[in-house]
């Protein structure tokens, strides 16, 4: 998938425990650097740091294990641990043995792991070592544009969890003779990274009639299930953009299925089509009531511009008709603006209290 790797893995020594950047530079550099103003929308810097790059940039990067053998064998064990009381191991995974190193992808920001590379019952190499970083992107080559929600700082100090709500692009796309783009199709590895490694069990897809086959003249070309799996819950609640969202009352109904899946224990995915706009103003209103600094919110929006998808300007687009709106409902913050507005939708302040009390740590 990425020809450079090797050499461009971010890797340090600290106390004998290596500690492993997973951001990719521009993320992290844009991420760093840039510090927008509350009250002035009229400019943007994302694309000061989308350069040109061999590397997918809506992808993290991963941490690199290596080993060595006299002779190959057919096949290798990986085992990678978080080490923490009560933890699952998070990777189990038999490989092709003629090969002496592995590339762990996903793994979450902020935590200790241990690992081990196991022929049989020799132990070929094993080790701890931390991951850093905040913007957690997640690679499932099929999918664009996938990230996690947390990793944010609240203005109360708490921290956004990792791994309860994802974003991305849409996972199956159907074709017609009225359609003007190609299939899109999730692939069976990436449906496995999605359904086992990150415990996803909700897919909630915004998209139009005209984008799920419906107007395309077709019979039984719909989409009206997930690809993920039978025990995965299929929602489609069609919320606009930001030129009519202020019009409709369906920003309640996925608020509260991701909270269903939340109180459950489940990892809830939301997409449109390119996880851009619809998917990025329903992002920020679950980010924002739980306290993400406004600078943070339209950062966080604008990373869709290291996708295919195409740049996205907290001066330009959804923004330009939803930050307005929004500023217009009571409340002192963007935090209690973006309250105001669920609870305008039919959601309760009890349920906006449950919801903070799961997404954050």
């Excluded at 530079?25 to 350069?51: C, G, H, I, M, R």
């Excluded at 009381?85 to 998070?90: A, D, E, I, Y």
């Excluded at 300007?313 to 309250?339: C, F, N, S, V, W």
Aim: include cysteine; aromatic fraction near 10%; glycine fraction near 10%.
């Amino acid at each position: 998938m990425v020809a450079v790797l090797a050499v461009l893995l971010f890797c340090r020594t600290c106390c004998k425990t290596q500690v492993y950047d997973l951001e990719n530079p521009q993320v992290k550099a844009f991420w760093d650097q840039v510090n927008y103003p509350d009250d002035d929308y009229t400019y943007s810097l994302v694309e000061n740091y989308n350069l040109k790059s061999t590397y997918r940039l809506d992808q993290p990067w991963p941490v690199q294990v290596s080993w060595e053998t006299d002779e190959p064998v057919d096949l290798l064990k990986v085992t990678v641990k978080e080490l923490k009381p009560g933890k699952k191991t998070v990777i189990d995974r038999t490989i092709d043995g003629h090969t002496s190193s592995y590339l762990i992808w996903n793994l979450v920001p902020g935590r200790t792991y241990a690992y081990s590379v196991k022929d049989g019952g020799k132990v070929l190499a094993k080790g701890k070592f931390r991951t850093e970083g905040r913007r957690r992107m997640i690679c499932a080559p099929s999918v664009h544009n996938f990230r996690d929600i947390g990793g944010m700082k609240t203005t109360s100090g708490k921290t956004v969890s990792y791994g309860k709500i994802y974003r991305g692009g849409e996972l199956i796309h159907t074709v017609g003779e009225k359609r003007d783009r190609a299939e899109v199709q999730v692939k069976d590895d990436d449906i496995r990274v999605m359904h086992d490694d990150l415990g996803i069990r909700g897919e909630v897809d915004f998209r139009y009639n005209s984008e799920l086959g419906y107007d395309d003249g077709i019979d039984g070309n719909e989409i009206k299930y997930t690809p993920l799996g039978n025990d995965v819950t299929y929602y489609n609640l069609q919320v606009h953009s930001a030129g009519g969202f202020e019009a409709e009352k369906l920003h309640g109904e996925v608020f509260q299925a991701v909270l269903d899946h939340l109180r459950k224990g489940e990892a809830v995915y939301l997409h449109c089509a390119a996880g851009a706009d619809r998917t990025g103003l329903l992002c920020l209103l679950l980010e924002g009531v739980l306290g993400v600094p406004e600078n943070d919110l339209l950062k966080d929006y604008e990373l869709t511009t290291f996708s295919i998808y195409g740049t996205r300007r907290r001066d330009g687009g959804d923004m330009t008709h939803g930050i307005p709106l929004l500023k217009e409902y009571p409340g002192a913050t963007i935090q209690e603006k973006i309250e105001n507005f669920f609870l305008e939708d039919g959601i309760t302040k009890e349920e906006i209290e449950e919801y903070k009390s799961l997404m954050l740590e």
